[in-house]
Nanobody, 123 residues
């Protein structure tokens, strides 16, 4: 069974940096796109895309993080990274990784999610 396991996150002062990583485990044939999403505190807040990277390493970012966050991937180890610089209090959220994965026992891709990791930025 495919699982995504996140690591990193934590508590950081505004202006600081944090690194997140997410590894896909299980019987995997191929991973297509990878991404990071976040959900800020509050019942009505939706999960929003932070950054996305294709298998060919084409990157896409939410406007609010452009120039501060960098997404990268390892196609051999099936890991996606998010390096976050110049963090702001409004970056506080639970961050989730997501991957489009083709397991070895299926002919189609499925979208898988990690359980989330908390990032808290204080001023």
């Amino acid at each position: 069974q495919v699982q995504l396991v996140e690591s990193g996150g934590g508590l950081v002062q505004a202006g600081g940096s944090l690194d997140l990583s997410c590894a896909a485990t299980g019987s995997i044939l191929r991973v297509n796109s990878m991404g990071w999403y976040r959900q800020a505190p509050g019942q009505q807040r939706e999960r929003e895309l932070v950054a996305h990277i294709t298998r060919g390493a084409v990157e896409n970012y939410q406007d609010s993080v452009k120039g501060r966050f960098t997404i990268a991937r390892d196609n051999v180890l099936n890991i996606v990274y998010l390096h976050m610089n110049s963090l702001k209090p409004e970056d506080t959220a639970v961050y989730y990784c997501s991957m489009d994965v083709q397991p070895t026992d299926r002919e189609t891709y499925g979208t898988y999610w990690g359980r989330g990791t908390q990032v808290t930025v204080f001023s």
